[in-house]
Nanobody, 119 residues
């Protein structure tokens, strides 16, 4: 099993910044992708940003140029730097880690951290 502990959420005014962290522990070998998703009330959970084992990144169009995903392999931690935050960024943010073991894919989710952006 992989345990994910998220931190860094909170309340911020529009235009402000927050940095989310997600630390992985447990069976952390063969981790391929790490990413952040978010879910606003009444909406589905959507990808915000992802980073592969090799460091390639992918962003939702709505956050490009404002958010940056990065990782520290030595600490098994993935980060999401969020700048120029907007009220529409308000959501619960979830960390997700994907492991590939042979032909099987395992997805692990964090407990979520609330991000609230006030106008």
């Amino acid at each position: 099993q992989v345990r994910l502990v998220e931190s860094g959420g909170g309340l911020v005014q529009a235009g402000g910044s927050l940095r989310l962290s997600c630390a992985a522990s447990g069976i952390i070998c063969r981790i391929n992708d790490m990413g952040w998703y978010r879910q606003a009330p009444g909406k589905q959970r959507d990808l915000v940003a992802a980073i592969t084992r090799g460091g390639s990144t992918n962003y939702a169009d709505s956050v490009k140029g404002r958010f940056t995903i990065s990782k520290d392999d030595a600490k098994n931690t993935v980060y999401l730097q969020m700048n120029s935050l907007k009220p529409e960024d308000t959501a619960v943010y979830y960390c997700k880690v994907t492991r590939h073991v042979g032909s099987t894919t395992y997805d692990y989710w964090g407990q979520g951290t609330q991000v609230t952006v006030s106008s």
